[in-house]
C-alpha cells in the first residue's frame, strides 16, 4: 500500500500483531473469490495448507496443473453423509454423498465330500448386489439325479445333472445379477467338457428364473434331488456390493 508522507512516497506495511482474526472476515462475491491462492510458474500450482495445532506438519489441498487447462467448481453436499459413503460427482461439479459400490465378500464356504445335502450357516445379504456362486470339482454316487439349490423361503433350482463319481470334477460360476428378482446368468464354465445346460428347461443355463433367492434369504440349500450323494468337491458363494 503507498503512502505520501512530507511529500515523500513510501511502502507501508501492516504488523503481523495488527492481523486479527476479525480482520480475516473474508467476503465472496458472485465475480471474486474471498481467497486465491496463486501458483509460481514452472514451479507449483496454488495450494493451500492446514497446519496441525502445534504448527509443525500439514495437508496441502493443490491445484491442478496448468497443463490440465481446469475451470470447475465443486459445490459439496448439505451434510457430512452417513457412515461408510463416499464423495460423488454428478459430472457438473455438484457432489453428494453415496454408499460405497463394488468388493467381493466370502459368505459361505460348503465342502461337498459326503451326505446328501448341504445348507449353509445364516446368511446377512443386505446391502449385496449379486452373489457368486463357484462350483469346484462336484461329484456324485450315481447318474440319475440333479443338483439343485433352495432358498429359505423359496423353490428348488436345478442347476445341473449330475455325472457319475469323480468324471464329472470340473469348476463352473454361476452369477444371480439381481437379488431383488433372483434372476440368473448362464453359468461359465473353467475346465468342464459336458455343458451345463437348462434341465427340463429349469436350469439357470437357459433364461433367467425366479426362485425365491433375494436379498432377504437367510439360508441356502444344496442338494440332489434322487438318491445320489455328495463325494467329492466344494462350494463357494460370495456376495458382490
Not at 500500500?1 to 492481523?19: F, H, L, N
Not at 514452472?42 to 495437508?59: D, P, Q
Not at 455325472?163 to 475346465?191: C, E, I, K, M, N
Amino acid at each position: 500500500m503507498a503512502t505520501t508522507v512530507d511529500g515523500s512516497t513510501g511502502v507501508s506495511q501492516i504488523q503481523d500483531d495488527k492481523v486479527t482474526v476479525a480482520k480475516l472476515d473474508l467476503i465472496s462475491t458472485g465475480s471474486v473469490p474471498s481467497l486465491e491462492a496463486k501458483g509460481t510458474s514452472g514451479v507449483t500450482s496454488g495450494y493451500l495448507e492446514l497446519k496441525c495445532s502445534e504448527n509443525t506438519h500439514g495437508i496441502k489441498l493443490l491445484g491442478p496443473p496448468h497443463s490440465a487447462g481446469a475451470d470447475y467448481t465443486l459445490t459439496f453436499p448439505n451434510n457430512d453423509g452417513d457412515a461408510g459413503q463416499f464423495l460423488q460427482s454428478n459430472g457438473s461439479g455438484v457432489m453428494s454423498w453415496a454408499a460405497a459400490g463394488g468388493g467381493m465378500e466370502l459368505l459361505s464356504t460348503l465342502n461337498t465330500t459326503s451326505g446328501n445335502s448341504h445348507a449353509t450357516g445364516t446368511l446377512n445379504l443386505t446391502g449385496f448386489k449379486q452373489l457368486l456362486m463357484s462350483f469346484y470339482s462336484i461329484g456324485s454316487s450315481g447318474t440319475a439325479g440333479k443338483l439343485q439349490m433352495t432358498p429359505n423361503g423359496g423353490s428348488a433350482t436345478v442347476l445341473y445333472p449330475v455325472s457319475s463319481g469323480t468324471s464329472s470334477q470340473a469348476q463352473y460360476t454361476l452369477v444371480v445379477h439381481d437379488l431383488g428378482s433372483g434372476l440368473f446368468t448362464a453359468p461359465t464354465r473353467v475346465g468342464m467338457a459336458r455343458n451345463v445346460t437348462a434341465v427340463n428347461g429349469e436350469g439357470p443355463g437357459g433364461i433367467g428364473i425366479n426362485k425365491g433367492l433375494t436379498a432377504s434369504t437367510t439360508t441356502i440349500t444344496f442338494n440332489y434331488d434322487g438318491a445320489e450323494t455328495f463325494d467329492i468337491g466344494q462350494i463357494l458363494i460370495y456376495g458382490i456390493k
